[in-house]
């Protein structure tokens, strides 16, 4: 699946998209664990889960919202519009 | 209705004056660009999903209020102090619903429009922090049903 990040979560992870195996991973926190796990930038940009937002196929969604399906998922700090 | 993401500026004027026909009332909002200690701002958005965010925006005030048109436009990019980041408008019959449409549309394109403005300072660049005081501003319109 695609994986999107924006603001300081693409300035931390320094990537603004990228494609992840969904293989194994059931839920967003299965997406976020595997993420942290893949090195210190991915650490650093969810060292402060609560300061994330998720949206799954461009839906706000929780953490615990199902992967099964989705084409993307992106990674956000609370909407700043305005 | 309408709903814009776009990096060139709008006409306020413009904008108002087409939502005229068939209303007895529009309202307007701008937002611009606070000078101070903030010498630019950038804004980043999800494309795709913004727009997408906006319309159910604009359509949940639709269920709310007998609007005869509404319309958002928000800017992205790098902005300086002084130019113009957004407009939202509402045109309805009578005043009230139109001035309450754009404040909901105000107070749900905050929280709910994935926008993200970085500001550059004299000290650095720094992502703004969202705040309570705009979250719990749309939450009373949930109270409201």
């Known amino acids: 699946m695609k994986v999107l990040y924006f603001a300081w979560l693409r300035e931390r992870i320094g990537e603004s998209a990228e494609e992840i195996s969904a293989e194994g991973l059931e839920t967003v926190a299965d997406l976020v664990a595997h993420l942290r796990a893949r090195g210190p930038r991915y650490e650093a940009a969810f060292e402060a889960p609560e300061a994330v937002r998720v949206a799954v196929d461009q839906k706000v969604r929780d953490w615990d919202a199902p992967l099964k399906g989705a084409g993307e998922v992106a990674f956000f700090p609370p909407m700043t519009g305005g | ?145």
């Open chain 2, 1 to 145: 209705m309408a709903v814009r993401v776009q990096r060139e500026d709008f006409d306020l004027g413009a904008e108002a004056a087409a939502l005229e026909a068939g209303a007895g009332a529009v309202v307007t909002f701008t937002g611009i660009v606070r000078g101070g200690d903030v010498s630019a701002m950038t804004l980043e958005h999800y494309p795709g999903m913004t727009e997408a965010a906006l319309a159910e925006i604009e359509a949940e005030a639709r269920t709310r209020w007998q609007l005869s048109g509404a319309t958002i436009i928000h800017r992205v990019g790098r902005l300086l102090p002084g130019e113009r980041i957004m407009m939202v408008a509402a045109a309805s019959a009578h005043r009230q619903a139109a001035f309450e449409a754009a404040e909901f549309l105000m107070d749900y394109l905050k929280t709910r429009a994935p926008f993200w403005k970085k500001e550059e300072t004299g000290a650095g660049a720094r992502w703004v922090d969202a705040r309570e005081t705009d979250e719990s501003a749309a939450r009373r319109w949930a109270a409201k049903g």
